[in-house]
Nanobody, 121 residues
Framework: VQLQASGGGLVQAGGSLRLSCTTS????????MGWFRQAPGKEREFVAVISGSGTGSYYATAVKGRFTVSRDNAKNTVYLQMNSLKPEDTAIYYCAVGKSQTIGGGWSDAWGQGTQVTVSS
């Protein structure tokens, strides 16, 4: 399985970015998709997840109300709209494939290279 995340960049605090992740996984709509991030010197942390159908989602407390996860099953793509960005959002963002279509079903071992997001103060 290949995962290609894109859309990262340098933005000022308060700005917005939209990340995209395209995957080669077959039967894309049968898998939940998620976003994780890893800041320098820190462990990778969960950001958001969306169910296979796109009807359910869940967010980390740190991003709830600012980030929105969505997906286009016809394009095998998941998105992360990030608004009101803060310097503490600076990290490499990775997308992940779930083990099932439901939220909370665990994650596969495929991660991809991620995309860098840097928020300046």
């Amino acid at each position: 399985v290949q995962l290609q995340a894109s859309g990262g960049g340098l933005v000022q605090a308060g700005g917005s970015l939209r990340l995209s992740c395209t995957t080669s996984v077959r039967a894309f709509s049968t898998f939940a998709m998620g976003w994780f991030r890893q800041a320098p010197g820190k462990e990778r942390e969960f950001v958001a997840v969306i169910s296979g159908s796109g009807t359910g989602s869940y967010y980390a407390t740190a991003v709830k109300g600012r980030f929105t996860v969505s997906r286009d099953n016809a394009k095998n793509t998941v998105y992360l709209q990030m608004n009101s960005l803060k310097p503490e959002d600076t990290a490499i963002y990775y997308c992940a494939v779930g083990k099932s279509q439901t939220i909370g079903g665990g994650w596969s071992d495929a991660w991809g290279q991620g995309t860098q997001v840097t928020v300046s103060s």
